[in-house]
């Protein structure tokens, strides 16, 4: 995992070196760890395994770098993107597929508080990144929709919908 996060990123950065342009990484909003209540890009990092580990450490070798060599850099920190191509163990997807195939969904009660977004909501900041003059370099930005939903609500919402388009629909909490 570490060397494909961090070693992969020193190879990039090496690449980079002759070439004048703008760095626009994927971070992870797993490298705030767990954490209650909103989170501003200025929120401690504390990073809760392996893998968000590895990208925090990334994301700290571009930021060192930036600041060394001037390159603009934007750090980017997705929360809940979902939509087409999505995994199919993620929640949104899991949900759907569960209650289209006529089975009961058995998922946690669902208090916890997540902020999802759609996938083409990322790309439109991904692209804004890539273009958008920055006061400020380097830069990082969390992105999603900025209003967190309980996961209970997202699912008794996608039952509805489905429930609308296709009969009934059932989830067990």
């Known amino acids: 995992i570490r ?9 990039l950065w090496n690449a980079l070196d002759r070439h004048p342009c703008r760095l626009v990484q994927t971070g992870t909003c797993g490298e705030y760890g767990p954490a209650r209540g909103p989170l501003a890009e200025d929120h401690p990092c504390r990073p809760a ?20 060599t001037g390159r603009d850099v934007v750090i980017l920190r997705p929360f809940g993107p979902f939509g087409p191509g999505d995994r ?7 949900v759907i597929s569960g209650l289209l195939s006529g089975g009961r969904v058995a998922v ?15 790309m439109r900041a991904f692209v804004l990144a890539a273009t958008t003059r920055l006061d400020v370099m380097p830069a990082v930005f969390n992105i999603g929709s900025g209003t967190p939903i309980r996961v209970r609500a997202l699912v008794e919402l ?3 919908l489905l429930a609308l ?5 059932w989830f067990v909490l």
């Open 3 to 11: 060397d494909v996060n961090v070693g992969g990123l020193e190879r």
């Open 49 to 68: 395994n392996a893998y968000t580990q590895s990208v925090h450490e990334a994301v700290l070798l571009s930021l060192d770098r930036a600041r060394r």
């Open 88 to 94: 199919p163990e993620r929640l949104v997807p899991h």
């Open 108 to 122: 946690t009660p669902g208090e916890q508080r997540r902020d999802y977004s759609y996938v083409s909501d990322h």
């Open 158 to 160: 996608i039952a509805a």
């Open 165 to 169: 388009s296709v009969g009934s629909a």
